[in-house]
């Protein structure tokens, strides 16, 4: 069955440097999503993408967040400085015709 | 805007009991609705998921979910319980757009007892 794949599973880093959580969606979706999850909360939306552009994007995905799908098949999550705060499990998602998002097993960013 | 309130926080229950985890949801749109369950340390599977037709749906590992439009909820059972359904369950909603994101609740976490 395929699913969507996450890279690394988990993530150390300094505060100040920059991270990039990569994301290897279902092969013929068109629709893709980051999430996150601080330890203990709910899961939040960070973005959507599609057709090579951000479809929404919410308050938390300021300017030191980017996102880009470099190639075919690879889709990335990008934090330019990273803060203490930015430590959290991110979810990758990914949408074909039907109505279900399948979600990726998650990278644990940790930021130090 | 879309928000998804679960009603119960903490449930815990014993093996081989009944168990109703609680979801209501503000939508000024049509939505999708889903059941996730997240075992520690893993991601989010998907339990169920209302789209559209009978009210009742089921999902996997025995659980059920009815959606109540009226009420606008979308609780969850299970019947009889096990020690492995200990885990983290999530309600969300989701636009009907094609690009439309989830919106998640808090979560309930669900501890079956022996």
């Known amino acids: 069955e395929p699913e969507v794949t996450q890279t690394p599973s988990h993530q150390v880093t300094q505060m100040g440097q920059e991270v990039i959580l990569r994301c290897v969606p279902i092969s013929n979706h068109l629709y893709f999503y980051w999430y996150r999850q601080i330890l203990g909360q709910k899961v939040e939306f960070l973005v959507s993408f599609y057709n090579n552009e951000i479809s929404e994007k919410s308050e938390i995905f300021d300017d030191q967040f980017s996102v880009e799908r470099p190639d075919g098949s690879n889709f990335t999550l990008k934090i330019r400085s990273t803060k203490l705060e930015d430590s959290a499990m991110y979810f990758c998602?990914?949408?074909?015709?039907?109505?279900?998002?399948?979600f990726g097993p998650g990278t644990r960013l940790t930021v130090l | 805007a879309q928000s998804v309130t679960q009603l119960d926080s903490q449930v815990p229950v014993f093996e081989e009991a009944p168990v109703e985890l609680r979801c209501n949801y503000s939508?000024?749109?049509?939505?999708?609705l889903f059941w996730y369950v997240q075992y520690p340390n893993q991601g989010l599977q998907l339990l169920l998921k209302y789209l559209s037709g009978s009210t009742l749906v089921k999902g996997i590992n025995g659980f059920e979910a009815e959606f109540n439009k009226s009420q606008t909820s979308f609780h969850l059972r299970k019947p009889s319980v096990h020690i492995s359904d200990t885990a983290e369950y999530f309600c969300a909603v989701r636009k009907r757009t094609n690009a439309g994101k989830s919106t998640f609740g808090d979560g309930t976490t669900l501890t079956v007892k022996p």
């Open positions: 998602a990914s949408k074909g015709d039907g109505d279900e998002q399948f």
């Open positions: 939508s000024s749109v049509s939505v999708y």
